[in-house]
């Protein structure tokens, strides 16, 4: 069977945490690519003020690290902005061209 394509704009929490739900419930439905503006994996935003403060890094408040991303069989660009989605043709485009 062909796995349906899912693309995820936003590496947020809440995104994240309904991926974490569609794995457990089907792990082998989605082909999954998340987009991410922000350099880095899924982190936990609510401790940021401390990351900002000094008083931890941002490797601390990571939630799923990427090693989490490839052991679920995700596609993660980080970094990268989604500038078009066309809906019609079922694209997503990057502002790098991904």
Do not use: C
């Not at 796995?3 to 457990?24: D, F, I, Q, S, Y």
Request: no cysteine; proline share 5%; charged share 20%.
């Amino acid at each position: 069977m062909n796995k349906l394509k899912l693309v995820l704009v936003g590496n947020g929490m809440a995104g994240v945490r309904a991926l974490e739900e569609l794995l457990k419930l089907a792990p082998d439905l989605y082909d999954i690519t998340v987009f991410g503006a922000e350099p880095y994996p899924n982190y936990n935003r609510i401790l940021l003020s401390p990351v900002l403060a000094g008083e931890q890094t941002v490797e601390q408040i990571i939630l799923n690290p990427l090693s989490w991303y490839a052991e679920n069989g995700i596609t993660l660009h980080t970094g990268k902005t989604v500038v078009e989605i066309n809906r019609v043709k079922r694209i997503v485009r990057a502002d790098d061209g991904t």
